[in-house]
């Protein structure tokens, strides 16, 4: 299926409830035959009720062959490595269940970031940026980690940031739709512009930063809203539109590859690296405040280490590709 045949026919809300209901029932191995024959023919009844059914069938696969890395030498040494530190334990038990690491769980959980990807109209996993032109013309980069949802109808083009980061380009719409960009906290128009939003799954906010152009950004519940121009940026709790900020013309670097430093501290750049690793990025409190500026290369990890090493008075100790530490040298 084209991108843009993926956009124009988005699942909807009630076709993925009644998925998620079917493939419990399916899972829980107590589905009658007449409740089988009733599956087939919701699955025949709709080609959407295919494709939900279909996303469900990928995840399946997906938990499975996570599920079986805990039989891993690899696994096991890194469940055995969390013992140095409570804090880490838990932090190692939470990346498990999170990447389906502890099998059939983890479908199970309303926050697992593999359920949801299954269902989200798009999605990059850990590491992965991802650019696609919407059946407007509109233009999206998706950062690591990220789910978007899309809904195009007569009235509005709506586009739904459940986790992660896009920078979106907006396009003219012949119709006269308006685009609309919701997260769980915000609601935000753009005025004829190019701008990205991020939301982590932590439940602190959005952020929206604007390139060119303005957008309107006010809770998503209502209320007034607050006019973002362009070079500057805006935090959106649940409850309140903060008042906007220069914003950080490096924070878009990552869609050409980069992470791009300018007297930045070691463990804020550790942060942010972590968010385009897989397992865990620790950096240590003795040299948590050095300094470093300059591009670094997001598809060569390695050659960031090396490029830590080589201008700061830092080692990088790799226990596992799993879990890596900033230590003092």
Same mark, same amino acid.
């Given at each position: 299926?084209?991108?843009?045949?993926?956009?124009?026919?988005?699942?909807?809300?009630?076709?993925?409830d009644?998925?998620?209901?079917?493939?419990?029932?399916?899972q829980?191995?107590?589905?009658?035959p007449?409740?089988?024959?009733?599956?087939?023919?919701?699955r025949?009844?709709?080609?959407?009720h295919?494709?939900?059914?279909?996303?469900f069938?990928?995840?399946?696969?997906?938990?499975?062959? /996570?599920? #079986?890395? *805990?039989?891993?030498? @690899?696994?096991?040494?890194? $469940?055995?490595? =969390?013992r140095?530190?409570?804090? +880490? /334990?838990? #932090?190692? *038990?939470?990346?498990? @269940?999170?990447?389906?690491? $502890?099998?059939? =769980?983890?479908?199970?959980?309303? +926050?697992?970031?593999?359920?949801?990807?299954?269902?989200?109209?798009?999605?990059?996993?850990?590491?992965?940026?991802?650019h696609?032109?919407?059946?407007?013309?509109?233009?999206?980069?998706?950062n690591?980690?990220?789910?978007?949802?899309?809904?195009?109808?007569?009235?509005?083009?709506?586009?739904?940031?459940r986790q992660g980061?896009?920078?979106i380009?907006t396009?003219?719409?012949?119709?006269?739709?308006?685009?609309?960009?919701?997260?769980?906290?915000?609601?935000l128009?753009?005025?004829?512009?190019?701008?990205t939003?991020?939301?982590?799954n932590?439940?602190?906010g959005t952020?929206?930063?604007?390139s060119s152009?303005?957008?309107?950004?006010?809770?998503?519940?209502?209320?007034?809203?607050?006019?973002?121009?362009?070079?500057?940026?805006?935090?959106?709790?649940?409850?309140?539109?903060?008042?906007?900020?220069?914003?950080?013309?490096?924070?878009?670097?990552?869609?050409?590859g980069?992470?791009?430093?300018?007297?930045?501290?070691?463990?804020?750049?550790?942060q942010?690296?972590a968010?385009?690793?897989?397992?865990?990025?620790?950096?240590?409190?003795?040299v948590?405040d050095?300094?470093?500026?300059?591009?670094?290369?997001?598809?060569?990890?390695?050659?960031?280490?090396s490029?830590?090493?080589?201008?700061?008075?830092?080692?990088?100790?790799?226990?596992?590709?799993?879990?890596?530490?900033?230590?003092?040298?």
């Open positions: 299926m084209s991108v843009q045949d993926h956009q124009e026919h988005p699942i909807p809300e009630s076709v993925r009644q998925a998620v209901a079917w493939f419990t029932l399916a829980s191995g107590e589905i009658s007449q409740q089988q024959e009733q599956l087939q023919q919701w025949q009844a709709d080609p959407q295919e494709r939900a059914w279909q996303r069938t990928t995840l399946t696969q997906q938990l499975q062959r /996570r599920s #079986q890395q *805990l039989s891993t030498p @690899l696994a096991r040494q890194t $469940l055995q490595q =969390t140095t530190l409570e804090r +880490d /334990r838990r #932090q190692v *038990l939470k990346l498990l @269940l999170g990447a389906g690491l $502890l099998g059939g =769980t983890a479908w199970q959980a309303s +926050d697992s970031f593999w359920v949801q990807s299954a269902l989200a109209d798009y999605h990059t996993a850990t590491g992965e940026r991802r696609h032109t919407l059946s407007d013309g509109t233009q999206i980069w998706l690591t980690r990220t789910l978007l949802d899309a809904q195009y109808d007569t009235q509005e083009r709506r586009l739904t940031l980061e896009v920078d380009l396009a003219s719409d012949p119709a006269g739709r308006p685009l609309l960009v919701y997260t769980a906290e915000a609601r128009q753009p005025l004829g512009t190019r701008f939003v991020r939301r982590e932590d439940g602190h952020l929206v930063s604007v152009g303005r957008v309107a950004a006010s809770l998503k519940a209502g209320g007034e809203a607050l006019v973002v121009d362009a070079h500057s940026q805006a935090w959106i709790s649940s409850t309140r539109v903060y008042p906007a900020q220069p914003a950080n013309l490096n924070d878009t670097a990552w869609i050409d980069f992470i791009v430093a300018e007297r930045m501290r070691l463990e804020d750049f550790a942010e690296l968010r385009y690793l897989p397992g865990i990025l620790r950096c240590e409190p003795a948590a050095l300094r470093l500026s300059g591009s670094y290369p997001l598809n060569n990890p390695g050659q960031i280490f490029m830590l090493e080589q201008s700061l008075p830092v080692k990088v100790q790799q226990r596992t590709r799993y879990w890596v530490t900033l230590t003092a040298r």
